[in-house]
């Protein structure tokens, strides 16, 4: 774009120079239907054909010079609205080239939470795989209390079991 816009406005200048070369060229022509005028007048009689053409040359000069100098304030008007067309051009850029590094800030902040939610999320399966193998040695450590406790009570009973038979027997020493 601010390419096109340089392009437009080299190519505005060259026709302003052209411009500038067909109004030096009709202001040279009007000099010479002047010039042919008056040599018509001093021709007399026999330049009276000339006189005329060299009037109709130098209203051809005038609307040449007049037709050059609208064109160049046309083309004056586009140099401005081409300049006019730059800066916005320019200040379009600017902006463009704002937007994309803001566009790259925010993607790196998107990497950078991503790298985050993934560190995050690893450390929470690690976690997870802590309270699961805690979990397995509480319900180890359940069981063999359960089992633990199942024994004590068998022993218990056995050891009843066996203190009543003890009692059954009589020592020696016991009966006197």
Do not use: P
């Not at 120079?17 to 060229?25: A, G, P, V």
């Not at 609307?63 to 379009?92: F, P, R, W, Y």
């Amino acid at each position: 774009m601010l390419t096109a816009m340089s392009q437009i406005s080299n190519s505005s200048n060259q026709i302003g120079n052209i411009i500038k070369t067909i109004e030096d060229i009709a202001f040279q022509t009007n000099i010479l239907a002047l010039n042919a005028a008056v040599e018509a007048a001093r021709a007399g009689e026999a330049g009276k054909g000339f006189a005329v053409v060299a009037d109709e040359v130098r209203n051809l000069a005038s609307k040449s010079a007049e037709a050059a100098k609208g064109t160049n304030t046309l083309i004056a008007n586009s140099i401005k609205q081409v300049q006019n067309g730059t800066k916005i051009a320019d200040e379009t850029a600017t902006s463009l080239v704002k937007v994309v590094d803001s566009i790259k800030d925010v993607l790196n902040s998107v990497e950078q939470i991503s790298r985050a939610s993934n560190q995050q999320a690893e450390s929470i399966g690690q976690v997870t795989e802590g309270v699961y193998q805690i979990s397995n040695v509480v319900q180890t450590n359940s069981a063999t209390a359960e089992e633990s406790a199942a024994a004590s009570e068998e022993l218990s009973g056995q050891a009843a079991v066996m203190k009543n038979l003890v009692n059954k027997f009589i020592l020696k020493n016991d009966e006197v």
